[in-house]
Nanobody, 120 residues
Framework: QVQLVESGGGLVQPGGSLRLSCAAS????????MGWYRQGPGKQRELVAR???????NYVDSVKGRFTISRDNAKNTVYLQMNSLEPEDTAVYYC??????????????WGQGTQVTVSS
């Protein structure tokens, strides 16, 4: 069984920073692309950023230059450094990872979500 556990959300003022972490654990053979998605109030879930196993990244336009995604393959962990936060960034942030397990099954896994609120 595979689990993704997120941490690092919270309340921050506009212009502030937060760092999200997501650790994968369980019967993991390989982790491929990892990413962060978000769902704001009354909005659909959207991709924020993703990173391949080799470190290639892409971002949604609204966060380019402000957010940085990174990963530590040795720790099975992905991070999202969020700077210059804006009220529009308020959302539940979800971690996603494409994982092959010990039984050679390939699946997409989701974390439970962590709330990020940007408000003065």
């Amino acid at each position: 069984q595979v689990q993704l556990v997120e941490s690092g959300g919270g309340l921050v003022q506009p212009g502030g920073s937060l760092r999200l972490s997501c650790a994968a654990s369980g019967t993991i053979s390989s982790i491929y692309t990892m990413g962060w998605y978000r769902q704001g109030p009354g909005k659909q879930r959207e991709l924020v950023a993703r990173i391949t196993r080799d470190g290639l990244t892409n971002y949604v336009d609204s966060v380019k230059g402000r957010f940085t995604i990174s990963r530590d393959n040795a720790k099975n962990t992905v991070y999202l450094q969020m700077n210059s936060l804006e009220p529009e960034d308020t959302a539940v942030y979800y971690c996603n990872a494409n994982i092959r397990d010990y039984s050679n099954n390939f699946s997409s896994y989701w974390g439970q979500g962590t709330q990020v609120t940007v408000s003065s």
